[in-house]
Each structure stands twice: as structure tokens, then as C-alpha cells.
């Protein structure tokens, strides 16, 4: 190595050690007037259009949490809001398991809750935009970890049953700050399309699962 | 800034070093690069520039006047150069201003058109084009090869980054996202496409410095005013207003973290 290439290695790891005690993360800690700040920009920059509303701005505890801490709120504030979250999943009575070709289709569908979508029609879980699920689709997003044998390797008992439902109903009972939408708490997916998507998840004969 | 700054020296430090890297998804990098440089060669984006370049000499309006006296921030009537410095602050309008905003006030004070109309049809579509997004490939073009300097030296500049930075990072809306809940992590895509982190240099450089883009997808050219708009139609947001100071700010935090790439659009898109 010549004199030349050392002093530019010389710089390079210089220049490393420098930043790696240093903050690199622009995210900001929201403090309360940052709150109220973006509380008043979007609400005076931002109109409602078709089904997306202006009380989409109206912040939850759990987001508000989320935006304070950096996704990372101390531990005895995210256990209350897990608790909260969890009391607000709706499980419903009896089987937790729909059809999985329904939820195969409701995995594929982007579709639902911006302002293109008309009211009333069906949404999609857009679960394909950020998970892989069957290796049979090639098109999936990285967002979220693979779930490629899901129920394989979880097995289909009731509490993995009911784990899968709460789950897709509301991330946030499970981490708080998770980056995955409340399908279920939204008002994204219904009941039976969530129990659809569990089975696709769950169902020994869904190519999740093959 | 401090961060960017650094983090722009471990970018430096890393390229310097990248012969010694590991190669990872090569393969798969060079299919994509191959199909993005075939889509860029047969791109009509010249076409857009020319069609703009009309648009910016024909005279309408009430006063019956064309954009050529705009005052693009470095003086009336100068093209060259000028998209590269925006936003920017305006003392005329005493506001922060991006390239949509400020041919809006030159519209309105140049040619007499109301906000109104001249907002009309802000975004195209392959059947019925848009005036704004021909202007912005003409006005864009004439920067091909200028490196990206945004100043954040006006008080209402600095102003515009910081709240473009918050607004980045801002969780809200139905699905409780941000920006950065697809833009905010290294090598993560949606469905097939690639998404870069916007928030540091490495990612928003060549992001930003190929806005705006002609679409495959929708044979159109588009404006960084509508890739916002569309992206938060996909955060299931209300609508951002066009050319408002949330959306100029936020263009001015991406375009900020740009800096010092030279610019290459207008770019061509899946």
C-alpha cells in the first residue's frame, strides 16, 4: 500500500470513529409543542377527501406515546398502553378460523381506507405490501418479517389461534409502538375477514403452510 | 445538521473502501439497474421538456403575458440553474417556495390567473396532461448537471427544514404511519420496489435528484408535489393541499439532504 492509500484509509476510519458517537437519527423526541405544532399544520394544511377524514389527525395515547419516545416509551407507560390496547380487541365467540382462500384474496388486496377507495367497498389487508406469506408469491414487501409457515411452525392451537387474531386486530397490544396498522381497531378489516386471514395464516392446507 | 454532515463523511469513507466490500445482491442490482437504464433510454422526458418549454413562452391569462419574467430566485427570467436552489425563500411573497409554488405566483401575478384556476388540474393523467407538470420537466431540465444546493440560511428556510423534518417522522392517520414507516430503514422494499431511506444523504440523493419523473406506470411526467401527494394517499392521510408550506417543507427537508448531488432528472420511473 502506498503513502497515499494509507492516508485516505487514515481519513476514512478517522472519520468513522468521529460519527460513531455521534447522533445520526434526524428523528425527532416530539416534545409537547412539537405535538401541538403538527396537531395545527396538518389540520390547516390537509383536507378531508372521499373516506379519509380530518379526525385521522386525532392522535390516540398509543400514538401520541409513539411520536413522544421515538416508537421506544418507558417500559410502565408502554405495559399500561399494551393493557389498553389489549382490552380493546373485540375476540370473537367461538371458532377463530374462516376460510383461508377468502383471506388469501384479502392478503392480496391493497386496497381500502385512502381517500380512491369508495365507501363501502371491500378492503384489503394489504399484507403482501410488507410480509412474504405463501413462497408461491414471488411480489411481497420486506416491512415486516417473513411469515412463510406461519402455522408450520406456530402449530394451530387455540391460544396461537387467538395470539394470530388479536395480533392482526391490533399490533399494538402486543408491542406497542409496533409499525404495523390496528387492521382490526381501524376499522380496516371485519371480524370474519380477519378470522379469513387468520386461517390463512393457521390453515395446515393454505400454501402459507405447504 | 451535524448529523448529515457526518453521516455524509461515512458515505465518503465507505465508497473509499467498497472495493473491499462484500457484493451482495449483485445479481439482483444489476437486473434492476439493466431495466432502469432500458426504461431511460426510451423515455419521452424530452418531449415533456419541450411541451413545457412552450407552455413557459405562451402568453395567457388576463394580462395576457407568458412565465418568461418569472422570477425563479435568481432573477426574472432566468431558467438555468434555477431548480437547484429551491426552496427557497421569496422576499416578494415572504414565504419559503418550491418550483410548483412559485410558478403559481407567477401565474397569478405574471398573468393574472387566479389561484383557482391555475390550480385546476394540478396533476395529470395519460388522457388529459397537466400545465404544471410540462412546466416543472422544462424548468427542471435546464439544471441537468447542477449539483443540488439548497440554502437554509433565511430564518424561514431553517424554519421550513425543521418542520419538513418533523413532518417526516410524524406517526398518525388510520394506520398509524409516517414517512419514515416505508422510508426508514435500510434495504426494506414494498411488494418488489425498492424504497429508499429519504431521512440520510445515501438514500435521498438519488431520489431527489431525479424528481421530477416521467412514469411508466402512467405514461406521465410528475411533480415531487405529487409524489408527496401520493404517498399520503397511501399513508391513509386527508389530502395535503397543493403547493402548501407542509408539503414545501417536507420538500425542502428531502431536497436539503440532497445536497451536493448533481442533479440528473427530470428521472424516468417504473
New interface residues.
Given amino acids: 500500500m502506498n503513502k497515499r492509500n494509507l492516508l485516505?484509509?487514515a481519513?476514512?476510519?478517522a472519520?468513522?470513529a468521529?460519527?460513531a458517537t455521534?447522533?445520526?437519527?434526524?428523528?425527532?423526541a416530539?416534545s409537547e409543542s412539537?405535538l401541538r405544532?403538527?396537531d395545527a399544520?396538518?389540520r390547516?394544511?390537509?383536507?378531508?377527501?372521499g373516506i379519509?377524514?380530518?379526525d385521522?389527525?386525532d392522535?390516540d395515547r398509543?400514538?401520541r406515546a409513539?411520536?413522544q419516545y421515538k416508537d421506544n416509551p418507558p417500559e410502565d407507560l408502554a405495559k399500561a398502553l399494551q393493557a389498553e390496547q389489549i382490552g380493546a380487541i373485540k375476540f370473537p365467540q367461538g371458532e377463530l378460523l374462516g376460510d383461508w382462500k377468502k383471506g388469501q384474496k384479502i392478503a392480496q388486496s391493497g386496497r381500502g381506507?385512502?381517500?380512491?377507495d369508495k365507501p363501502g367497498s371491500a378492503n384489503g389487508g394489504s399484507c403482501?405490501?410488507?410480509h412474504q406469506l405463501s413462497p408461491e408469491e414471488a411480489?411481497?414487501?420486506?416491512?415486516g418479517p417473513s411469515l412463510k409457515g406461519f402455522g408450520k411452525l406456530r402449530g394451530n392451537t387455540s391460544e396461537i389461534q387467538k395470539y394470530t387474531y388479536g395480533k392482526i386486530y391490533n399490533s399494538?397490544a402486543y408491542s406497542v409502538c409496533s409499525?404495523m396498522?390496528?387492521m382490526g381497531y381501524?376499522?380496516?378489516l371485519t371480524e370474519e375477514q380477519i378470522k379469513d386471514v387468520v386461517a390463512y395464516l393457521l390453515d395446515p392446507a393454505s400454501p402459507v403452510n405447504r | 445538521m451535524?448529523?448529515?454532515r457526518?453521516?455524509a463523511?461515512?458515505v465518503?469513507?465507505a465508497a473509499?473502501?467498497i472495493a473491499t466490500g462484500p457484493a451482495f445482491a449483485q445479481d439482483e442490482k444489476r437486473e434492476i439497474e439493466k431495466y432502469q437504464k432500458m426504461i431511460a433510454e426510451g423515455s419521452p422526458v424530452e418531449l415533456f421538456e419541450l411541451e413545457g418549454e412552450g407552455l413557459w413562452k405562451k402568453k395567457q391569462g388576463p394580462k395576457n403575458a407568458s412565465l418568461e419574467q418569472c422570477d425563479l430566485g435568481l432573477g426574472a427570467g432566468v431558467v438555468k440553474g434555477a431548480f437547484v436552489n429551491l426552496p427557497r425563500y421569496f422576499k416578494d411573497t415572504d414565504r419559503v417556495e418550491d418550483l410548483e409554488s412559485r410558478l403559481l405566483t407567477c401565474m397569478m401575478t405574471l398573468q393574472g390567473r387566479s389561484r383557482e384556476e391555475a390550480t385546476k388540474r394540478t396533476f395529470g393523467n395519460a388522457d388529459k396532461p397537466s400545465e404544471m407538470e410540462y412546466l416543472v420537466a422544462f424548468v427542471a431540465g435546464e439544471s441537468r448537471g447542477s449539483p443540488i444546493a439548497i440554502s437554509t440560511a433565511h430564518p424561514k428556510e431553517s424554519a421550513a427544514y425543521e418542520?419538513g423534518?418533523?413532518?417526516f417522522?410524524?406517526?398518525?392517520?388510520?394506520?398509524?404511519?409516517s414517512c419514515?414507516?416505508?422510508h426508514?430503514?435500510e434495504?426494506?422494499?414494498?411488494?418488489?420496489?425498492e424504497?429508499p431511506v429519504l431521512?440520510?444523504p445515501a438514500g435521498a440523493r438519488p431520489a431527489y435528484s431525479t424528481w421530477p419523473a416521467y412514469r411508466v406506470s402512467n405514461s406521465q411526467m410528475k411533480s415531487m408535489q405529487w409524489r408527496l401527494n401520493d404517498c399520503?394517499?397511501?399513508m391513509?392521510?386527508?389530502?395535503?393541499?397543493f403547493a402548501?408550506?407542509?408539503?414545501i417543507a417536507l420538500t425542502m427537508f428531502l431536497g436539503v439532504t440532497a445536497n451536493d448531488e448533481p442533479y440528473r432528472g427530470p428521472g424516468t420511473k417504473r
Fill in positions: 485516505t484509509l481519513l476514512a476510519t472519520a468513522i468521529a460519527c455521534s447522533p445520526v437519527d434526524p428523528r425527532p416530539y412539537d405544532q403538527m399544520v396538518h390547516r394544511d390537509f383536507h378531508p377527501r379519509a377524514k380530518m385521522r389527525f392522535l398509543v400514538q409513539c411520536n381506507m385512502t381517500w380512491s403482501y405490501n410488507c411480489s411481497y414487501g420486506t416491512l399494538k409499525p396498522p390496528r381501524s376499522g380496516t | 451535524h448529523a448529515y457526518c453521516s463523511l461515512v465518503v469513507a473509499l473502501t418542520l423534518r418533523k413532518l417522522f410524524y406517526r398518525s392517520g388510520a394506520w398509524d404511519f419514515a414507516s416505508c426508514g430503514e434495504g426494506k422494499r414494498i411488494r418488489m420496489q424504497l431521512s440520510l399520503y394517499r397511501q391513509r392521510f386527508p389530502e395535503p393541499g402548501s408550506d407542509a408539503t
